[in-house]
T-cell receptor, first 114, second 114 residues
Framework: EAEVAQSPRYKITEKSQAVAFWCDPISGHATLYWYRQILGQGPELLVQFQDESVVDDSQLPKDRFSAERLKGVDSTLKIQPAELGDSAMYLC????????????FGSGTQLSVL | AQSVSQHNHHVILSEAASLELGCNYSYGGTVNLFWYVQYPGQHLQLLLKYFSGDPLVKGIKGFEAEFIKSKFSFNLRKPSVQWSDTAEYFCAASRRTGANNLFFGTGTRLTVIP
């Protein structure tokens, strides 16, 4: 069964350092999402891509977060500099098309900022 | 503003007990509704979804949910839970048209005691 791949699975970093997460969606899925899940809360959307274009990044803290999907396939989410409050699970999801209503999630990257 | 509310934070049941988890949404316009499950150490998986039509939807593993438009609710039910149902359950909603990113509730942790 096709899956959304994410790496690394865990990341520990010190505050003010830079971190990057990688996501490879299910083959053929045009829409890609990055969500952040803080412990005890539901996932919250950070950014949505349609192919290589950003559709929605209204909740992305752009002073320190950036995301790209250069070839419209895999994607990278970067945080620079990391802050203590960034500790969370970062989830990637994909769907077949913008109008497709089912999202498939990866296993996530658990970030701990010390 | 769009929101999804789950009022049960942690539910503890014995095996064979019946389950009902509450979910209420606040949205303008028509919505798609979902229940996702996250088993310990695994990624979010879709349990069931409602787009239109019969308001009683059946999902995997014996789960069902009923959409009650007048109550803005989409409660999840299972007549007899098993130990393997121990997991975190998330209700989510998206707009029927336009941007279809998911808004999640805060989740309900279900513990089933053998």
């Amino acid at each position: 069964e096709a899956e959304v791949a994410q790496s690394p699975r865990y990341k520990i970093t010190e505050k003010s350092q830079a971190v990057a997460f990688w996501c490879d969606p299910i083959s053929g899925h045009a829409t890609l999402y990055w969500y952040r899940q803080i412990l005890g809360q539901g996932p919250e959307l950070l950014v949505q891509f349609q192919d290589e274009s950003v559709v929605d990044d209204s909740q992305l803290p752009k002073d320190r977060f950036s995301a790209e999907r250069l070839k419209g396939v895999d994607s990278t989410l970067k945080i620079q500099p990391a802050e203590l409050g960034d500790s969370a699970m970062y989830l990637c999801a994909s769907s077949l098309a913008k109008g497709q209503r089912e999202l498939f999630f990866g296993s996530g990257t658990q970030l701990s900022v010390l | 503003a769009q929101s999804v509310s789950q009022h049960n934070h942690h539910v503890i049941l014995s095996e064979a007990a019946s389950l009902e988890l509450g979910c209420n949404y606040s949205y303008g316009g028509t919505v798609n509704l979902f229940w996702y499950v996250q088993y310990p150490g695994q990624h979010l998986q879709l349990l069931l979804k409602y787009f239109s039509g019969d308001p009683l939807v059946k999902g995997i593993k014996g789960f069902e949910a009923e959409f009650i438009k007048s109550k803005f609710s989409f409660n999840l039910r299972k007549p007899s839970v098993q130990w393997s149902d121990t997991a975190e359950y998330f209700c989510a909603a998206s707009r029927r048209t336009g941007a279809n990113n998911l808004f999640f509730g805060t989740g309900t942790r279900l513990t089933v005691i053998p």
